[in-house]
């Protein structure tokens, strides 16, 4: 329980009430099934469990697009995501969830713990910046993968991101947000703020330069047009290097005399969740949601 709640228990029970509108029963199972989860998927020791050998998973990293660039002025982290350029297309299905498990855990476990530290308040959310660089309809044949993730986030890391921009929108999102943002649930509408171009200009007033995600950076840049050191979806990016690090000594701590194992740490993967705001952000990407909103758009059209 500790690893949820990291000794904020009455934020992680507003979390769970939020995510269940304010309804104490379903907020409860909610809970009881996130520990559940916990339990019989070893999700405590799942930060022993570094993906190896290296060079897969600098694939995993390479095509699992997705960072940390730094803080806003508030002192919430902030997460960079590939959307448009992610093409899960290196490694097996197990593997991308492992590794987005992980980024979440390190990210309740050390990132969060360590700005409250540093602010001397509470700091239990993030903010997250979608680029949609080069998407394509032909995303859609990755709909089950994010569907699984968005499912797990819903499910046992609810109401963790404060905030969801996104930038570099090309017209087929643009033409689909318009259908989509009504249907929506009001709070996470809310939560969604499209942003024109790179978002730069927004984004620099809720955090400083050094934090923008480098597709942020200036106009016409997209998630592969820079140095790897400033490329927060590499391998070689501090956050990586930081987070993949501290995997590979939490397995030395955990089985010293043992070599690190290879293969995937396999997560019972669940069934799609019928509310959520991860699972409502996917929405529209699945045949049918999709496919109405293209027809509802060459109906506005014509």
Known sequence: MQNVHQGYQAETLLRFLKAREWSVVKAHKMLVDCLLWRVQNDIDDILAKPIVPTELYRAVRDSQLIGMSGYS????????????????????????????IQINEYRDRVILPSASKKHGRPITTCIKVLDMTGLKLSALSQIKLLTIISTIDDLNYPEKTNTYYIV??????????????????????????????????????????????????????GSSRHSENENCFSLDHPFHQQLYNYTKQQSLMTEPARPIKQGSFHVDLPEPAAEGTEFELHKFENGNGLSQSMDAIKTNDG
């Open 73 to 100: 002025r508030e002192g919430l982290p902030v997460f960079a995501i590939g959307a448009g350029l992610s093409t899960f297309d290196k490694a097996s299905v197990h593997y991308y969830v492992q590794s987005h």
């Open 168 to 221: 570099n929108a090309p017209y087929i999102f643009s033409a689909c947000w318009k259908v989509v943002k009504p249907l929506l649930q009001e709070r996470t509408r809310k939560k969604i703020q499209v942003l024109p171009g790179c978002g730069r200009d927004e984004l620099l007033k809720i955090m400083d330069f050094a934090s923008l995600p480098h597709f942020c950076r200036k106009e016409g840049s």
